[in-house]
């Protein structure tokens, strides 16, 4: 008899379990999937004007020797000549910012022999100089010190800083939560019903990308043709207003 009522209870017990289970699970899956007709999910979308603030420079030195160390040391000397140059044009050593620098070997194909050729070593540095809005006047200065120094010029872009960035971001994705909400208010409406209480929201994306305004054909050494058509380039085009774009997905209770 005590066996049967010992089955009884854990029974009972394992059945209780299982209930309470269930309706965890049940809970949990009503809140990742609210029941259909409870909720409206709307994309709010904003644009905003945005006025680059920043003009990147940015350099390649290429350099290549019979070992890694040779190819750094000339590399080196560009290097050297480029930021004496810089500090002539009355910026600090530190305004020229090392992106990356790498030492190599210089293999390339070769079409007689039909295989792969190391020559050397080939030592790359990637350089970019920031110039603020009112020190635009000093653009030509660095197309100089780098012409002159021996460093090749890859590109030049228009682009925010990083408080700009911010500020820009706060307010088209402020812009963005609001457009959500009216279309969610007017959604509801439509089915008489108020737009309630905000459930879920997602960023769905920010658009900010650098306006370019000069890319080289190669990011090698330049001759002064290619010196001219950067400055021509560089100062011909003048930074406009650009439109940055920013969404986000809201999930709202309807009432």
């Given amino acids: 008899m005590r066996k049967e009522n010992s089955a009884i209870v854990i ?7 299982i209930l309470i289970i269930a309706i965890l699970a049940l809970n949990r899956f009503s809140s990742v999937f609210p029941s259909s007709g409870k909720t409206v999910t709307v994309e709010g979308i904003a644009t905003v004007k945005a006025l680059p603030d920043v003009t990147s420079v940015y350099f390649t030195i290429e350099t290549k020797g019979a070992t890694s160390v040779e190819a750094k040391d000339a590399n080196n000397l560009i290097y050297d000549a480029l930021v004496e140059g810089m500090i002539q044009a009355g910026f600090k050593e530190g305004d020229v910012k090392t992106e990356s620098f790498n030492i190599y070997e210089n293999t390339y194909w070769d079409d007689n022999y039909r295989k792969q050729i190391t020559d050397g070593y080939k030592a790359t540095r990637y350089l970019k100089m920031e110039l603020l809005s009112e020190e635009s006047d000093k653009l030509t200065d660095i197309i100089d010190a780098g ?6 010029i890859s590109y030049i872009n228009f682009e925010l800083s990083q408080a700009s960035q911010n500020e820009y971001k706060a307010e088209a994705l402020k812009l963005a939560s609001q ?14 019903k108020e737009a309630g209480r905000l459930i879920s929201v997602q960023i769905s994306s920010f658009g900010y990308y650098p306006w370019n ?6 990011g090698a050494g330049m001759t002064y043709e290619d010196s001219m058509a ?3 380039a560089a100062t011909s085009i003048q930074p406009s207003d650009q439109d940055i774009t920013a969404s986000v997905t809201a999930t709202f209770k309807l009432r």
């Fill in 179 to 192: 457009d959500a909400t009216i279309k969610a208010e007017a959604i509801a409406s439509g089915f008489d």
């Fill in 11 to 17: 029974t009972c017990i394992i059945a209780a379990v």
């Fill in 213 to 218: 305004a000069y890319t080289a054909s190669s």
């Fill in 147 to 152: 012409v002159d120094a021996g460093a090749g």
């Fill in 230 to 232: 950067v400055k021509e």
